[in-house]
């Protein structure tokens, strides 16, 4: 593994307590530890804006999609 992609953006408290109440938690990345591993961490807001205005906890695909494709351009 040579890179991370993680969401940077902040959650809504309400958001996180309905994820939490679905038995799930957001992922907590120690980016520090990462980077000791010799990984790259890059960090983007990954969510998708009309999910989370639902209380959906959902990636935004194209922001995902352009941000692997920069990570990809960055291996070249």
Do not use: F, N
């Not at 961490?41 to 906890?57: G, H, K, M, Q, T």
């Amino acid at each position: 593994m040579t890179d991370v992609l993680v969401h940077a953006g902040a959650l809504s408290d309400e958001l996180v307590r309905r994820y939490e109440a679905e038995g799930a938690s957001p992922v907590a990345v120690d980016g520090e530890k990462v980077r000791a591993m010799g990984v790259r961490v890059r960090e983007a807001d990954l969510i998708s804006r009309e999910a989370a205005a639902r209380l959906s906890l959902r990636h935004d695909a194209d922001r995902l999609a352009e941000e692997v494709r920069e990570v990809a351009l960055v291996r070249l």
